[in-house]
């Protein structure tokens, strides 16, 4: 969870106060967190909204071993995330269950009202990315 700095964030809530907010929004499913799209997504987010949002210092630098950016905490995080998603292997989707929602939903309540106008932001550049949702 959140330190005490309000503005803080770990890079685990974000990545699940994101879901939260997209599927509130209509999104049906995502990438598989492993996907080249998440690694885009976050690199995006990072360069062009950070400096509007501090919250976004924990999305850690990025690695270019390869032909895009890539996140240790991306990485990191599918392998811990990889219980709490469905997962949909012919579609190669993934997405959160109604239980684990509601869970997180009132466990995170507070860092998913801080920080709306981020989700918002972050939801705008995910709807830009190719194929990155499933309505």
């Known amino acids: 969870m959140a330190g005490n700095d309000k503005n803080r964030l770990y890079f685990s809530d974000l990545l ?24 885009e997504f976050f690199f995006k987010i990072r360069e062009t909204l950070a400096t ?9 630098g990025f690695d270019w071993n390869g032909p895009y950016p890539q996140s240790r905490d991306i990485i990191d995080s599918a392998h811990v995330y990889s219980y709490l998603c469905e997962r949909d292997f012919k579609k190669e989707v993934l997405f959160l269950e109604q239980h684990i929602i509601a869970f997180y939903s ?20 995910a709807l830009k990315i190719s194929g990155f949702y499933q309505f």
């Open 52 to 60: 509007k949002f501090p919250a976004l210092e924990c999305i850690d």
């Open 16 to 39: 699940i106060i994101f879901m939260i907010y997209a599927q509130s929004k209509g999104v049906k499913s995502f990438p598989f967190l492993q996907d080249q799209r998440w690694h």
């Open 106 to 125: 009132d466990e995170l309540k507070h860092e998913l009202n801080e920080h709306k106008a981020l989700l918002s932001a972050m939801h705008e550049c």
